[in-house]
């Protein structure tokens, strides 16, 4: 499973770290990633990144939003930086997780989301 933390109220211009992290039966996990949604419409990826460090961002957010892992703690973060009231949203935390040596496939797994609400 996945626990989100770190949502909250920011004024805008602000900053944020969302942290997320696996736990349970792991053997591996591929990518991980974070996505948003706001009522009433589709769930938007905001970031992903591969075992190895690579990323890629929204371009929303774009020069703003940073995401980062920490293999050894099975974590994926979300550094939300110059925050602005479009930027509210909840944020779900994905990854996509071999549970056990024997699982040919990687099962994608959803964290609870956490609030962001950005206003003044």
């Known amino acids: 499973q996945l626990q989100a933390s770190g949502g909250g109220l920011v004024q805008p211009g602000g900053s944020l770290k969302l942290s997320c992290a696996a736990s349970?039966?792991?053997?591996?996990?591929?990518?991980m990633g974070w996505y948003r949604q706001t009522p009433g419409k589709q769930r938007e990826l905001v970031a992903v990144?591969?075992?190895?460090?690579?990323?890629s961002v929204a371009d929303s957010v774009k020069g703003r939003f940073t995401i980062s892992r920490d293999n050894t703690k099975n974590a994926v973060y979300l550094h939300l930086n110059s925050l602005n009231p479009e930027d509210t949203a909840v944020y779900y935390c994905?990854?996509?997780?071999?549970?056990?040596?024997?699982?040919?496939?990687?099962?994608?797994?959803w964290g609870q989301g956490t609030q962001v609400t950005v206003s003044s």
């Open positions: 994905n990854a996509d997780v071999r549970r056990t040596m024997s699982d040919t496939t990687y099962f994608r797994f």
């Open positions: 349970g039966s792991i053997f591996s996990i591929n990518q």
């Open positions: 990144i591969s075992t190895g460090g690579a990323t």
